[in-house]
């Protein structure tokens, strides 16, 4: 999964990308967030719901500027 955010604009989220169980219904939620201007604190702010795949966009971190390893290793 990755979210993608305009550096320029306090780090509006303008895109979002899983690729696993349910996907569909896992983005349907998110899908209305970014709809009215979501941002990367907003995200980071979210509780995510334990145990579900979702909750996962509430914990990223690395960005790709970092360059950083961005392999998931545990929960």
Known sequence: ???ICLLN????VVGMHYCGPNAGE???G???ALMVGMT???LQDTV?????TS???TNLTVTK????DAQKTGC
């Open 48 to 52: 995510g719901i334990h145990p579900t």
């Open 9 to 12: 604009d306090n780090l509006k």
């Open 30 to 32: 998110y899908a209305v």
């Open 55 to 57: 909750e996962e966009f």
């Open 26 to 28: 896992v983005m349907q």
């Open 65 to 68: 500027r970092e360059a950083a």
């Open 1 to 3: 999964m990755k979210v």
């Open 40 to 42: 990367y604190e907003h």
